[in-house]
């Protein structure tokens, strides 16, 4: 920790003297020192250092008196008496000063001055910040007066130092005291990393001028100690009725509980009306209980195996201590909303999801300056420094499409992840050092002394509402139990629990500091805890008849929505559009103003754009987003698309956003189809992340289900970057938690040759991953499909995230395009496409191929090529659900034909292992059509998704489509060994 550089190191040691003379040269003549010498003591006269940078005119003389009073005061009184005739009077009459005392001042001042500096960089290293004092803290050189040229006989010499510190002058001794009181109580500040001046001043200034100390009144002593009576009593209750029982409590770590309640209390006066929250697992029931109010009887009710909601909800619920809720809290006539997020154990994958809702709210509150809506992330120590979805999501925190005007991140700083101890958990010193790298101000806090850590939230609440920006609370405490309650710690860690066992609680210390000084008796702080067990026993009597009457899914925002019922009977999808409104819109897409200076290339795909419109041809992939994209628009439901160049495309395709090719201005011609009178398009190419980015476009359609909300792979082969979010969030979140979202995931997918990094968006994860309706997984071949999906997602009156496998060479082929009549009224999203080409008789098909995606095309082809008319062609377009009737329908068409699923993906990939059981099922209810079960085509297993060598990439390719229209099935490769009792799935 000490060889940490930083740009006051040099300020140190032997060179402390040399620069303290050097500064009394640049005293006397600016000019006489190197300008990067000029540049850094004009910072330090800045930050309060009264030595006067000339001797020249009236101000410079006023400076220069305060030097000369520390030194002889019967000159200073007539130095003081000539300023007053001003001009050149009053250098002229300046009295003649002792050289050597003068000199000794200026020295005195400056090394004073920068023992000062060095203290806000760093006093936390010597800061009483660990509740165990586990390791001793070793004096540090830099932070020594004797550093500095200083001797013990100069302790009690009175030094000019004009204000700063809030002192014109005081002894060494004094100053040393304050600085230490500041920078090296119960509180070590790390700010000096910070590039902005203001933020920095603000932050030197808020904790300088109070000592870094706030003195409470006594109501304030009693409500931090009534909320930590509250957050102990909680958790030793629940260890008494449930002993044994995992709750991962906070114990160690109470303090937390009043400065959340600081956060919310000081936010509501600054203009906070609503606060998301995210944290893991440790100290949820705590937070849920003591902060969150949820009632004491629910949580009660549930560790005795009941549920929070009413029967008739479906879901399979989750464990306690992943759970959410809602609530108003009123604080001295502010009332402000808290959420509570969700989270698995997956601990700070909840990041980016309740950043997301943040900016949601806010957009919803026409929060432009970001200051009614506050996100809150509680995390632990060993994973705020381990965990990458952390750096990824504080890289948002001032991104445009993303900034949410700052998060406060209180670090429940536990000195221990899990069995490991931190110097074999992190590298640097701290675990919040990941923060500095985005200018975030790190507050370390003893977590035994309450009142420092209500005060250090305080800070970071008004330094979020002041400057829109992250701030981190650093709460160092302990872990009372192991890892969860009934885990034995001294397994791993026999000295550390040896002293927590006898270690007081911070309740009792706090208790017993409030009696010593005389703001409370014994009586009363032994009465507070009696109530409070009385209260929980009450509440725990009456958990044993508590059923819940209602969820509080369907509420605010999501209130007219109703929970899905039957998919493929569900078909009032009207997501058609008259031919007027999407040949307006259509047209409005392909204009720009007069003085816009478009790219030639990009002018050309608009002109092909209108005369799609004209003649109500040739539909193109983004033509139809684009139409459902603006239809969405003009019908009031805001749109917003992120991702990696998403703006243009990857595939240069979209150009929804145009940049002028003479000064880089931005035109988006979805936000000008009918100007005020229209909901918002956004569209953010985001930062080079997949998790953080596809957690906060979750988030954000979790707080606003009437905004179509997307998210585009630059590849679907990147979407694996993500997996987290996608298992543990999208997937599961309704069945888990209740909660439905409307995402759309947009994951380019297709073998076209380019290797095992450019092929596969791995879909069949998304199909093994499908179950209950909980989302609907595409892989669509028409314009006009993919227009009504879009639009589907608005239309209906439930919510469900949506995963497509959008093309890439189908992005400009001739065959992909759709008449404007498949988006007109009446028309709508198609499940299955039957065979769209004239054959030969239904039952003269001897084969019907089965397939999905782009390969389609490429079957296409080769059987026009072959002249085949006896093979018939099915797409299905929506893998899940599945959509079993209407495919049962198609294949019954064909009594005759043998049948084949045909697709690019290697065996174990693609949907092949999704559909086989499925079609074989279907096969069974169809007894009167000679197929029994699906022959497979396509790509032998293989652990890579694709070949990076072209040429085999064609010959495999070429054998797919060969192979499917004309091999006989006992050629056709059998993939898996069948198992011989087949269970029959939920078809």
Not at 25 to 35: F, L, M, T, W
Not at 536 to 564: H, I, M, T, V, Y
Not at 827 to 851: G, H, M, Q, T, Y
């Amino acid at each position: 920790m000490t060889n940490q550089f930083d740009e006051t190191s040099f300020l140190t040691g032997g060179n402390a003297v040399f620069i303290a003379e050097l500064y009394a040269r640049y005293v006397e003549d600016p000019s006489s020192v190197d300008a990067s010498w000029v540049q850094f003591f004009t910072e330090l006269r800045d930050e309060g250092a009264a030595i006067a940078q000339d001797f020249k005119g009236t101000a410079g003389a006023k400076r220069d008196l305060k030097i000369i009073g520390a030194v002889d005061p019967e000159a200073a009184a007539a130095a003081a008496a000539a300023a007053k005739k001003g001009g050149k009077d009053a250098k002229a009459a300046a009295p003649a000063v002792d050289p050597a005392a003068s000199r000794q001042a200026v020295l005195d001042s400056i090394r004073a001055l920068m023992m000062i500096r060095t203290y806000r960089v760093r006093g936390h290293l010597e800061a009483d910040l660990d509740p165990l004092h586990l390791a001793k803290r070793e004096p540090h050189p830099e932070l020594d007066y004797r550093t500095y040229g200083f001797t013990d006989a100069d302790l009690d010499r009175e030094i000019f130092i004009d204000n700063v510190l809030g002192l014109e002058s005081a002894t060494l001794r004094q100053i040393i005291n304050v600085v230490r009181a500041t920078y090296c109580g119960k509180i070590g500040v790390e700010f000096m990393h910070i590039q902005d001046p203001d933020q920095k001043a603000w932050i030197q200034k808020r904790v300088e001028s109070v000592r870094n100390h706030t003195d409470f009144t006594p109501r304030g002593k009693r409500a931090i100690l009534e909320r930590l009576v509250e957050a102990e009593g909680f958790e030793r209750f629940l260890q008494l009725k449930y002993t044994g029982t995992k709750r991962f409590g906070v114990e160690g770590g109470e303090s937390v509980i009043p400065a959340l309640e600081q956060i919310v209390k000081r936010g509501g006066q600054l203009g906070v009306e609503e606060v998301v929250v995210g944290m893991a697992h440790r100290g949820r029931l705590n937070v849920l209980a003591n902060f969150m109010k949820k009632p004491y009887q629910v949580i009660f009710s549930e560790f005795q195996g009941g549920t929070a909601n009413p029967s008739d909800v479906q879901g399979s619920g989750d464990v306690k201590y992943h759970l959410g809720t809602s609530a108003d809290r009123d604080f001295d006539g502010n009332v402000v909303h808290l959420t509570l997020q969700p989270n698995p154990s997956h601990l700070e994958v909840a990041n980016p999801v309740v950043i997301g809702r943040v900016r949601a709210k806010q957009q919803q509150k026409n929060d432009a300056e970001r200051k009614k809506v506050v996100g809150i992330l509680l995390h632990g120590d060993a994973a705020f420094a381990g965990q990458g979805v952390v750096p990824e999501t504080m890289l948002l925190s001032q991104l445009k499409g993303y900034c949410t005007g700052g998060t406060i991140h209180i670090i429940i700083n536990n000195q221990i992840g899990f069995t490991t101890a931190p110097e074999y958990s992190r590298s640097g010193p701290y675990s919040s050092d990941v923060a500095k790298g985005f200018q975030c101000p790190v507050l370390h806090v003893n977590a035994d002394d309450p009142e420092a850590v209500v005060h250090v939230a305080r800070i970071a609440t008004e330094y979020r509402q002041e400057f829109g920006a992250d701030v981190v609370i650093d709460m160092i405490c302990y872990r009372r139990h192991g890892h969860n309650e009934s885990d034995e710690p001294a397994f791993t860690q026999p000295l550390m629990y040896r002293k927590i066992a006898s270690h007081p609680t911070t309740r009792a210390i706090y208790a017993q500091q409030l009696v010593a000084e005389g703001s409370m008796s014994q009586e009363e702080a032994d009465g507070l805890v009696t109530a409070f067990q009385e209260m929980l026993e009450r509440e725990f009597d009456a958990a044993k008849s508590f059923k819940p009457n209602k969820a509080d899914w369907l509420e605010g925002k999501w209130q007219g929505l109703a929970q899905l019922a039957d998919e493929e009977e569900f078909r009032e999808e009207k997501t058609g559009v008259a031919i007027d409104t999407l040949k307006d819109v259509g047209m409005k897409l392909a204009q720009v103003p007069a003085d816009f200076n478009i790219n030639r290339k990009i002018l050309r795909q608009m002109q092909a754009k209108a005369e799609m419109m004209q003649t109500g041809q040739g539909i193109d992939w983004a033509t139809a987003e684009a139409l459902a994209f603006g239809t969405l628009l003009t019908e009031g439901h805001g749109v917003r698309l992120s991702g990696q160049d998403c703006g243009r495309g990857t595939f240069s395709q979209r150009h929804c956003r145009l940049t002028d090719q003479e000064n880089e201005s931005r035109y988006e011609p979805l936000n000008h189809i009918r100007e005020g009178n229209q909901a918002y398009f956004e569209v953010i190419d985001s930062p080079l992340s997949e998790e953080a980015v596809l957690g906060f476009e979750y988030g954000y359609s979790l707080a606003e289900p009437n905004t179509l909300t997307l998210w585009e792979g630059q590849f679907g082969d990147f979407a694996n970057g993500a997996q987290v979010i996608i298992d543990q969030f999208i997937n599961s979140g309704e069945s888990k938690w209740l909660r439905m979202s409307g995402l759309v995931m947009l994951l380019p997918h297709g073998y076209e040759g380019q290797g095992p990094e450019h092929s596969s968006a791995r879909w069949e994860r998304y199909l093994q991953l499908s179950a209950e309706d909980n989302w609907q997984v595409c892989n669509l071949t028409t314009p006009g499909n993919y227009f009504h999906a879009l639009r589907r997602q608005l239309q209906r009156n439930f919510r469900k995230p949506l995963i497509i496998m959008t093309p890439k060479s189908l992005l400009r082929h001739k065959l992909c395009v759709s008449p404007l009549e498949d988006m007109a009224l009446g028309s709508r999203f198609r499940r299955v496409l039957p065979e769209a080409e004239n054959l030969v008789a239904d039952a003269k098909i001897r084969r019907v191929v089965v397939c999905s995606g782009k390969v389609y095309y490429d079957l296409l082809e080769e059987r026009t090529k072959r002249d085949i008319k006896d093979v018939a062609i099915i797409r299905v377009e929506q893998l899940y659900p599945w959509p079993k009737d209407t495919l049962k329908a198609q294949l019954a068409r064909y009594p005759n034909a043998d049948l084949v699923w045909a697709q690019e993906e290697p065996a174990n990939m693609g949907p092949w292992t999704f559909v086989d059981r499925r079609l074989e099922f279907i096969c069974d209810e169809l007894p009167d059509n000679k197929a029994k079960q699906a022959h497979y085509v396509g790509r032998k297993a293989a652990a890579s998704p694709a070949t990076g060598l072209y040429k085999t990439h064609n010959a495999e390719q070429a054998w797919i489509c060969e192979t499917a229209l004309t091999g006989k099935p006992a050629d056709m490769p059998v993939p898996f060994r069948r198992a011989t009792a087949l269970s029959r799935l939920n078809a």
